[in-house]
């Protein structure tokens, strides 16, 4: 439920306090399912690998990544960041580096200047009854252009925060990139009237930018 309280996000014995889209919400914990899916097996199956990988590293070599994680902030919360520790800079860059298939790293890599994002919007169109996904891209997005979804909302919705990485962009043709395959793997095809949410953002060396959200409603079939 909405509360009138200070600013504050976290876990205080049986209720959990979160910042809501209409203010501070006070819920009681409750405990997740672990329905154990093939993407929550592959996350931990890195998670397992790297932690090991950083384990075997030499102590001149976490101290590397240690003065490197000083220049790298965590993710703001309630308008708060710090740096983050050696290990989740590790965590963060190799994670994302062999979750997209390329080679781990023992050296922290400097971070890059990220050109600009090829997609700029999604547009979603029903010929027939067939219903298809594309970004409009300006320019190539390349193979670095992570792609997340969320499954589809009301079209009420103005606000939405639960993404899951669905894929890399394909590649633009005609200036827009179909990734009606990676949507519906993940979530079906997207009912009539719903709204899709979908981000992209780009990955070089395992660093991420921001990502940016797009969204469509499904139009009736044309």
Known sequence: MKILDIP?????????????????ISRALAIPSNPRSPSQMTTRGILTKVSARWRALQEIQRAAWMAAAKEAKS???????????????????NC???????????APPAQPLFPDLAPRGLVITNTGGTIALKLTCQ????????????????????????????????????????ITVLYTAR????????????QANQFVDGWEDLPVSFWAIVPATT
């Open 187 to 198: 979530y079906g095809v997207p009912p009539v009237g719903k709204k899709v949410y979908v």
């Open 75 to 93: 993710s703001s919360r309630l308008g708060q960041s710090g740096a983050l520790s050696g290990f989740l800079l590790f965590t963060k860059i």
């Open 96 to 106: 994302t580096l062999a979750k997209f298939g390329q080679d781990q790293v023992d």
């Open 139 to 178: 320019g190539d997005p390349g193979e670095n252009t992570i792609v997340r979804g969320a499954a589809p909302v009301s079209q009420g919705r103005e606000t939405c925060r639960d993404f899951r990485v669905i894929g890399t962009c394909p590649a633009a043709v005609d200036g827009s990139a179909d």
């Open 8 to 24: 504050q996000s976290g876990k205080r014995g049986l209720n959990v306090s979160q910042a809501g889209q209409f203010g501070q």
